[in-house]
């Protein structure tokens, strides 16, 4: 009886007003609500709506009323309805209705950012909430104004509205049907996504040439980000006719000219943009899409040393700005997508070779290799090595491009595809044991170790990771030819002579012993197969004042300590390198991620918590211990490199259990002020550190635990620097340079 006078109350205000309009608005909430509920509660109410015909007029509302309050609730209402009803019957008649069809179509104000969120909203609801049956026959009965309808904003400003609108349309382009597919190919959505985002890269050189806040800039590099993740999810349909037309799109109208171009050319065009942003968008590129013939057409423009003259063309050519017409097709000479799939052909002998030409690309991009731009070198590297580990691209352009790396040396396989190349470098494939690699490409990345200054921890480690790939091979003795190791050894034996000299000043013993320890353990997690993020700073021609927001890692030093921690990171990554390079190296039963000092004394006599005999060979001093506001009994232990403190055991007499125990390093002693006999004690543990307080039975011993502490901290800090000479000695002899 409700739900019949809301239906009564709304016939009776069919003419809005402003005095009535609110009351409208509640009226179509409570009818929508009532409707789920009447459903979720087997009521009946539906057949009621339906019989009425009440949606007609919920249309009549649509189309003569003009409070946006009104409309806004009416897209909400039918919204709420294809959210919630779930029975198929529910959903089909509501689609058949005058209202829904309308609804999609309806010229709103979308200048109202409201009445925008709202309507993409419902179509959202729309394409989510619809079996593919039920949306398949909405879009044709309403002459896909839906699509149209998200269309409209697939580019919009505000990112929420933008998502949506981008969501309905990949939910449209899922569904199998051949005249939906063609209606899509024909409506210039591939052509408007790849336009939209060259003019935001355009824009987003612009703002970088104008010096404008990195956190302006950083937000849209993002959405470009999110732009070729979009592109991704439409590859991934693996939908042929969608795929090759929107590949031929991207490679013709941004990739090509506008990356690729970029990177390679001699004078700089309008539609060129700043170099290590072009290097940037490329590394993404690459990182983000996973359709094969798109990445193999890419890297092989780049990187072969032959491409077909089209290709070429399409990079170093005129920008092709995008056709008025609808027929955006590229005419059959642009269709790049086909003359890569010719060229994979090509290197793999299937096809005879035709308008081969020289690739200066390669050249050109490699040169950057060579630049005083540490960015531009990292960003370089960076797309190296994403395209040294993307399983997309084929073994045969990678190894033609002398990047394929030894983990993918399929050489049975690889020579099968290959054996009609003449060639005498095939030679070397069939000799399993023997690392087969560019040694242009090497000498260039063991050249980049040898820069002085050194360059920023990440670079070193990519040049490392990248040196690895090319050549380990596992159970190898030796994986670098002699003339590559010399490079390396170069290296290591100058980061050597460096650490030599900041130990000789004795300025930062303690702060180099605590680095030392520190970078090993970081050394330690890396593996050099870690995916390696291009960060948005590699951009910037000005990096602002805010370099303590940027990791060490990811930046030159600006103190000598950050210089020292640096060169004790570039030890362990060097040293790690060169053992798994050169594994006859390696002495007998050596882990290469166990501690290195730990080789060099003897072991430590103490285990945290672990229970010893009180033996009269050393002296044990009993002391009360605070830490907080709790007591504990313990006994002070000398030990010439550990900070120990044991509790004695209740039940046997002389034996004590290990509870505290520390580096003597890593502790620091001073005086109670307020009372002589105790010892304010600070004990550092990784980044943090805590206080206890340990109170003796006479200020006698109190001054003996702090001269002895002292003491023994001294000898301890001379013991480990003298371990690490050795070390630095040792490899230092193994280090062949002639």
């Not at 009549?60 to 009416?74: A, I």
């Not at 170069?490 to 980061?495: D, E, G, L, P, V």
């Not at 030392?516 to 890396?526: G, M, N, P, T």
């Not at 009360?624 to 900070?643: A, I």
Request: glycine share 2%.
């Amino acid at each position: 009886e409700n739900f019949k006078e809301m239906h009564k109350d709304l016939l009776n205000n069919q003419e809005v007003t402003y005095r009535n309009k609110d009351k409208v608005v509640e009226l179509l909430r409570c009818i929508a609500e009532a409707l789920v509920w009447s459903e979720q509660n087997r009521q009946g109410l539906f057949e009621y709506f339906a019989e009425t015909n009440m949606q007609a007029l919920f249309n009549r509302l649509l189309k003569t009323q003009n409070y946006k309050e009104v409309t806004v609730q009416l897209i909400q209402s039918a919204n709420i309805l294809a959210h919630n009803l779930t029975r198929p019957e529910s959903k089909w008649y509501l689609l058949a209705t005058s209202f829904y069809s309308d609804i999609v179509s309806h010229p709103f104000d979308f200048a109202d950012e409201e009445v925008v969120e709202n309507y993409m909203s419902l179509l959202k609801g729309l394409t989510v909430n619809l079996t593919e049956d039920m949306l398949r026959n909405f879009l044709r009965e309403q002459n896909y104004s839906l699509y149209t309808g998200a269309l409209m904003f697939i580019n919009y400003s505000d990112t929420m509205v933008r998502t949506a609108s981008r969501t309905v349309i990949l939910n449209i382009i899922k569904i199998k049907d051949r005249e939906i597919r063609d209606f899509i190919l024909n409506s210039g959505l591939f052509l408007n996504l790849v336009i939209f985002t060259r003019d935001q890269w355009f824009y987003i050189n612009k703002a970088l040439m104008e010096f404008s806040s990195s956190s302006k800039i950083d937000s849209l590099l993002t959405e470009q980000v999110d732009n070729l993740y979009y592109l991704n999810d439409i590859f991934n349909q693996d939908i042929p006719e969608y795929s090759q037309d929107l590949g031929n799109i991207f490679l013709r109208f941004l990739a090509l000219p506008m990356i690729v171009g970029t990177l390679s050319a001699e004078v700089s065009k309008p539609h060129h943009i700043y170099i290590p942003l072009a290097t940037y968008f490329l590394v993404h590129v690459l990182g983000i899409l996973k359709h094969p013939p798109v990445i193999n057409t890419l890297v092989s423009c780049l990187f072969l040393k032959e491409i077909r003259q089209e290709l070429l063309e399409a990079c170093l050519g005129q920008f092709p700005y995008p056709p008025n017409s609808q027929d955006h097709k590229p005419p059959k000479q642009f269709d790049l997508i086909k003359l890569g799939a010719l060229m994979v052909d090509y290197l793999e002998k299937l096809d005879e070779p035709e308008n081969m030409t020289k690739n200066p690309i390669r050249n050109s991009v490699l040169s950057f290799l060579r630049s005083r731009d540490d960015n531009l070198i990292t960003l370089t590297l960076l797309v190296i090595d994403n395209v040294v580990w993307n399983n997309n691209i084929g073994n045969v352009v990678l190894w033609k491009s002398g990047l394929l790396p030894q983990n993918r040396m399929k050489k049975k396989k690889l020579l099968g595809s290959i054996i009609k190349d003449k060639s005498d470098d095939l030679e070397e494939l069939k000799d399993p044991n023997k690392a087969v690699y560019d040694s242009e490409i090497i000498e260039n990345l063991l050249k980049l170790l040898n820069v002085d200054p050194p360059f920023r921890a990440v670079t070193c480690q990519l040049l490392l990771k990248l040196v690895l790939g090319f050549s380990y091979i596992e159970n190898s003795p030796r994986s670098l030819l002699i003339e590559h190791e010399f490079f390396l050894n170069t290296a290591f034996k100058r980061n050597i002579l460096k650490l030599r000299n900041f130990l000789s000043q004795n300025y930062y013993d303690d702060l180099f012993l605590e680095y030392f320890e520190e970078e090993f353990k970081k050394v330690s997690k890396i593996n050099f197969t870690e995916k390696i993020t291009c960060y948005s700073h590699l951009i910037y021609p000005v990096i602002e004042n805010n370099l303590a927001q940027i990791p060490l890692e990811q930046r030159k030093p600006v103190s000598e300590l950050e210089s020292i921690r640096l060169e004790i990171k570039l030890f362990f990554l060097l040293r790690k390198a060169k053992y798994l390079l050169c594994q006859e190296e390696i002495p007998p039963d050596y882990n290469i991620n166990t501690y290195p000092l730990t080789y060099l004394k003897s072991e430590c006599d103490w285990k945290q918590d672990q229970t010893y005999l009180m033996g009269e060979e050393r002296q044990f001093v009993m002391c009360n211990m605070k830490l907080g506001k709790e007591n504990f009994v313990r006994f002070l232990t000398e030990d010439e490199d550990y900070f120990v403190l044991v509790e004695p055991d209740q039940y046997r007499l002389n034996y004590a259990t290990v509870r505290t125990i520390t580096k003597l390093r890593n502790v620091e002693v001073m005086a109670d002020r307020a009372d002589p006999r105790s010892l304010v004690i600070a004990i550092k543990k990784n980044q943090d550190s805590y206080q206890v307080v340990l109170t003796f039975e006479d200020s006698q011993r109190c001054v003996w635990a702090k001269k002895k502490i002292e003491e023994n901290r001294k000898v301890s800090k001379s013991n480990d620097i003298s371990l690490i000479e050795s070390l630095l000695d040792s490899l230092d002899i193994n280090c062949k340079v002639s």
